[in-house]
Each structure stands twice: as structure tokens, then as C-alpha cells.
């Protein structure tokens, strides 16, 4: 996943600018984690996403087990032997593979994959709910629709330097 950054500053300028606030505690800093609050609320408390020296990156949600904001990947495939045969009398096999998570070293790159997850998971799809996390139609304050005059489409031609309307 190694882009060309421009360093540490960009992506803390990044999150410094969409309003992430570092709420790292002492003890996850000295383990090498970094725990951000966004300013986008969900289901009443504010998103809170991590960074961990192991290569996740993880959104926290308050009391329940954080989970995993990597991207995933098929393992190879694994066969184990059942105690079956086919007709010739061979034994089966069978198939097995796992998704795991695609860790990134870097944190660097870790933070710049946090950054962009957030922008197009909280602040772009979630754009159309407010604060207290019910959700609104952007139709419904966009246009309305009640009031919305019936016009009928206007056609104007102009020939030879004339304008006429149509109707």
C-alpha cells in the first residue's frame, strides 16, 4: 500500500483539517496505538476509529469489541482429508479458505488509509443525517415537492434575427 507521502505532517494536517481529535490515552501511546474522535455522531456518541502497531486499523465503538477497517484477502487454500472415498476408492478432500485482514506495516500508511476509509465511509455516505444520527432524505430539504409549480416547458426559436415563442 506504499504511496508517495509527503510525510507524517500531510496526514495530520488531513485529519487536523476534517476535525479528528487524537484521544489517545497514555497507555494505548505507549503500546504504539492512536485512537481518533471524528466530529460525526452515530448512534449518539461520537465515531472513534485506532491505529495499531500490529498493522490494523479499527473502529472502536465504545464498549463493544473494535473492529477490523482493513481491507480483506482470500488466504491460500488449505485441504484437509475426510474420511471418505470417491468411486475409484480415493480418498476426498476438502477445500478450505479463511478471509484475513491485509495488515499495513507503515504507520504512515496506516493513518492515510484511516483518513481515506473515514472520508468516504462517515463523511461522504453520512452525509445526509444530522447530528443525532436520524437519517433525512436530501430530497425532503432539497426541493419541496408540495410546492413545486406545474410549469409548462418554455420553447423559444429565433429565425432570421426574430425571436418567437412556442407554446
Known sequence: ?????????DVMFKMKLLGFQDVTTSRQKKNGTRVFRLPIKMYGQYIEVGSFKKGYVRRMNGGYT???????????PQYYSTDKKDWCGRPLYRKFTTRTCKLIPNEVDRLEYLVDYCLKNYYIKQANQVEDG????????????????????EVKVIINGHRYNIT
Do not use: A, H, I
Open 1 to 9: 500500500m506504499s504511496k508517495n507521502y509527503t510525510g507524517y505532517g
Open 66 to 76: 473494535p473492529y477490523q477497517l482493513n481491507k480483506r484477502c482470500e488466504s491460500e
Open 134 to 153: 436520524k437519517f433525512v432524505p436530501k430530497w425532503k430539504y432539497e426541493f419541496d415537492l408540495e410546492n413545486v409549480q406545474k410549469e409548462e416547458p
